[in-house]
């Protein structure tokens, strides 16, 4: 589903600045696959889903989803292809719009805009509904303004929002970092059961080990802009977090220097 | 006073067509969240096209449509400057603007060309203040009725969300690029149009009647703000608001006037009281900072 070919990113390059983000990222995800990905600050966990979104270009290398070479196709076009929930509850969602006005600009993720309605009847129905299953209350505040909902209301609508047109892949860019413990739960329990629901490719950064264990099927730890663990099936299973700090003391050479990581 | 009631009529037709101005900078500078400065070329761009265009025959309709359309083309260049450029959006606008002078000069021929009520038949003359009022404020009603519907629409929509959260809009696949410089062109076209109207109601065109139009659009879409902001939360009304703001905006310079006040210093005050509404968030702000209660109930660690 997706297949990443030797990307590197270096940002200003030639400069004293100049931080190599990724080099030489080779990494194929299969249908249905589950990854989640951890890593210290820095290691380029960020810059690799952001790579794979467009946001910015990627120095070499090639991206291909399902099939399609996206590496040179700018955000929004590759948005048809890609559903996104971000760390801050406040970059996915527009808080001057309504809830159903923002649900149905996701609806319309890769569609042309035309001069029709932007949310018709029919819609807002069937909006209601998927907000109930949420279970937050949401139902009955369709036409109130995102800016309104708490930073988990805004995450949970995000996160439907990247799934109400069933996306070939869903990245998520610690989507519950900025969440309290127990709506970070909630939501992280919503999110495995779209993707268990829709059978979603999807690619989860979390700085909680635990999380990363237990989730998905495949997990993938990075340093200094390469993947240097990666695992899947029961040997993840089976893993601990102990194995997770041992295995990155071996491959990386070093201590886990993840603050918020290792506090969790 | 008596001076003030009788240009009263006068403040409310000249601020309904400054209020339709003001529609089209609501676009851009709340809706898009653009502080577009071509405005103050495009206005003149519609009053000059106008005369040209009803100079050559056209009727008063059509060159209406003619003058929104070359709005929408200086809408267009700046759009095109701000994106395929890069250039920052105020700067984009001030060339455009630029630009505009000596555009406005071509069309126009020389810096002021009359246009006679009664050599041509023009809906919004100020000779016939009662009907131009009438007829400014049916425009205003139907443009506030297609921009509502527009806005309502899928393409509106993408641009409201362009607005207010780029990242996502690009994230949802919206071309932010496309969303900018469709409103942009729609806004100026907007204006143009004001500028059209204005030129049938004051009888001219000039090369400086836009100056500061910006200005006076903020001033309209602040004072609108200010007074129905609390009551107006749909979008039309916020927008009928903006053109309240106009007449207000217009009525309250014609009571200073009649104070005594000299005309040359009208768009010093202009400038004064947008800065100062416009800073009255921030100050409230840092206000708030710097007068935490540190005594008393304390709740929080």
Same mark, same amino acid.
């Given at each position: 589903?997706?297949?990443?070919?030797?990307?590197?990113?270096?940002?200003?390059?030639?400069?004293?600045?100049?931080?190599?983000? @990724?080099?030489?990222?080779?990494?194929?995800?299969?249908?249905?696959?589950?990854?989640?990905?951890?890593?210290?600050?820095?290691?380029?966990?960020?810059?690799? /889903?952001?790579?794979?979104?467009?946001?910015?270009?990627?120095?070499?290398?090639?991206?291909?989803?399902?099939?399609?070479?996206?590496?040179?196709?700018?955000?929004?076009?590759?948005?048809?292809?890609?559903?996104?929930?971000?760390?801050?509850?406040?970059?996915?969602?527009?808080?001057?719009?309504?809830?159903?006005?923002?649900?149905?600009?996701?609806?319309?993720?890769?569609?042309?805009?035309?001069?029709?309605?932007?949310?018709?009847?029919?819609?807002?129905?069937?909006?209601?509904?998927?907000?109930?299953?949420?279970? /937050?209350?949401?139902?009955?505040?369709?036409?109130?303004?995102?800016?309104? @909902?708490?930073?988990?209301?805004?995450?949970?609508?995000?996160?439907?929002?990247?799934?109400?047109?069933?996306?070939?892949?869903?990245?998520?860019?610690?989507?519950?970092?900025?969440?309290?413990?127990?709506?970070?739960?909630?939501?992280?329990?919503?999110?495995?059961?779209?993707?268990?629901?829709?059978?979603?490719?999807?690619?989860?950064?979390?700085?909680?080990?635990?999380?990363?264990?237990?989730?998905?099927?495949?997990?993938?730890?990075?340093?200094?802009?390469?993947?240097?663990?990666?695992?899947?099936?029961?040997?993840?299973?089976?893993?601990?977090?102990?194995?997770?700090?041992?295995?990155?003391?071996?491959?990386?050479?070093?201590?886990?220097?993840?603050?918020?990581?290792?506090?969790? | 006073?008596?001076?003030?009631?009788?240009?009263?009529?006068?403040?409310?037709?000249?601020?309904?067509?400054?209020?339709?101005?003001? =529609?089209?900078?609501?676009?851009?500078?709340?809706?898009?969240?653009?502080?577009?400065?071509?405005?103050?070329?495009?206005?003149?761009?519609?009053?000059?096209?106008?005369?040209?265009?009803?100079?050559?025959?056209?009727?008063?309709?059509?060159?209406?449509?003619?003058?929104?359309?070359?709005?929408?083309?200086?809408?267009?260049?700046?759009?095109?400057?701000?994106?395929?450029?890069?250039?920052?959006?105020?700067?984009?606008?001030?060339?455009?603007?630029?630009?505009?002078?000596?555009?406005?000069?071509?069309?126009?021929?020389?810096?002021?060309?009359?246009?006679?009520?009664?050599?041509?038949?023009?809906?919004?003359?100020?000779?016939?203040?009662?009907?131009?009022?009438?007829? =400014?404020?049916?425009?205003?009603?139907?443009?506030?009725?297609?921009?509502?519907?527009?806005?309502?629409?899928?393409?509106?929509?993408?641009?409201?969300?362009?607005?207010?959260?780029?990242?996502?809009?690009?994230?949802?696949?919206?071309?932010?690029?496309?969303?900018?410089?469709?409103?942009?062109?729609?806004?100026?076209?907007?204006?143009?149009?004001?500028?059209?109207?204005?030129?049938?109601?004051?009888?001219?065109?000039?090369?400086?009647?836009?100056?500061?139009?910006?200005?006076?659009?903020?001033?309209?879409?602040?004072?609108?703000?200010?007074?129905?902001?609390?009551?107006?939360?749909?979008?039309?009304?916020?927008?009928?608001?903006?053109?309240?703001?106009?007449?207000?905006?217009?009525?309250?310079?014609?009571?200073?006037?009649?104070?005594?006040?000299?005309?040359?210093?009208?768009?010093?005050?202009?400038?004064?009281?947008?800065?100062?509404?416009?800073?009255?968030?921030?100050?409230?702000?840092?206000?708030?900072?710097?007068?935490?209660?540190?005594?008393?109930?304390?709740?929080?660690?």
């Amino acid at each position: 589903m997706l297949e990443i070919r030797g990307v590197s990113k270096t940002f200003n390059a030639k400069t004293i600045n100049e931080k190599k983000a @990724l080099e030489n990222i080779n990494l194929t995800l299969n249908e249905g696959d589950f990854v989640t990905v951890i890593g210290g600050n820095g290691a380029g966990k960020s810059t690799l /889903l952001n790579m794979i979104a467009g946001v910015y270009p990627v120095d070499c290398g090639s991206i291909v989803i399902d099939g399609k070479d996206v590496t040179r196709l700018s955000e929004h076009r590759r948005a048809k292809f890609i559903g996104r929930v971000f760390q801050d509850p406040r970059t996915g969602t527009a808080a001057d719009m309504q809830i159903d006005e923002n649900l149905a600009i996701a609806a319309r993720r890769g569609l042309s805009k035309s001069l029709r309605p932007g949310v018709t009847r029919a819609e807002r129905e069937r909006y209601k509904e998927l907000l109930g299953q949420l279970d /937050l209350g949401l139902e009955t505040r369709l036409t109130s303004k995102v800016g309104l @909902l708490s930073g988990g209301q805004r995450q949970a609508v995000t996160l439907l929002m990247a799934t109400l047109k069933k996306p070939k892949l869903l990245l998520l860019d610690e989507h519950t970092a900025a969440l309290d413990p127990k709506t970070a739960k909630k939501v992280l329990e919503l999110t495995r059961q779209i993707v268990e629901r829709d059978g979603l490719t999807t690619v989860m950064i979390t700085h909680n080990m635990k999380d990363a264990i237990a989730i998905g099927n495949r997990l993938i730890m990075m340093n200094e802009g390469k993947i240097i663990y990666d695992v899947s099936g029961d040997e993840k299973k089976a893993l601990k977090t102990a194995d997770l700090l041992e295995k990155f003391k071996t491959n990386a050479g070093e201590e886990l220097d993840n603050d918020r990581m290792l506090l969790s | 006073m008596g001076s003030f009631l009788n240009a009263l009529p006068g403040a409310i037709g000249q601020g309904l067509i400054w209020g339709i101005m003001a =529609v089209g900078v609501y676009i851009t500078f709340r809706v898009l969240d653009f502080a577009d400065l071509t405005v103050d070329g495009t206005l003149a761009t519609g009053g000059a096209v106008l005369v040209v265009t009803m100079y050559a025959g056209v009727n008063v309709y059509l060159a209406l449509l003619i003058a929104f359309l070359a709005g929408c083309v200086t809408g267009l260049v700046t759009g095109l400057l701000h994106t395929r450029f890069g250039i920052p959006p105020i700067l984009a606008g001030i060339l455009t603007q630029l630009a505009l002078y000596s555009v406005n000069l071509r069309i126009l021929g020389k810096s002021n060309q009359p246009l006679s009520v009664y050599k041509y038949h023009l809906i919004a003359s100020m000779t016939s203040i009662g009907k131009a009022i009438a007829v =400014v404020a049916v425009i205003a009603a139907c443009l506030i009725g297609v921009l509502y519907w527009f806005f309502g629409t899928e393409l509106g929509a993408s641009i409201r969300a362009t607005g207010c959260n780029m990242s996502m809009a690009k994230a949802n696949g919206i071309n932010t690029n496309r969303t900018k410089i469709m409103a942009l062109v729609l806004s100026n076209g907007i204006v143009a149009l004001a500028g059209g109207l204005l030129t049938q109601y004051q009888g001219f065109a000039d090369i400086n009647m836009g100056r500061g139009a910006i200005v006076i659009g903020l001033a309209a879409v602040i004072i609108g703000e200010v007074i129905f902001g609390k009551i107006f939360r749909n979008f039309a009304l916020r927008l009928v608001s903006v053109v309240i703001g106009g007449i207000l905006y217009y009525i309250v310079m014609q009571f200073v006037i009649s104070l005594g006040l000299n005309t040359d210093d009208l768009k010093l005050l202009t400038a004064a009281i947008v800065a100062l509404f416009l800073g009255i968030p921030y100050i409230r702000g840092r206000w708030a900072e710097t007068h935490v209660k540190t005594k008393g109930a304390a709740g929080h660690a």
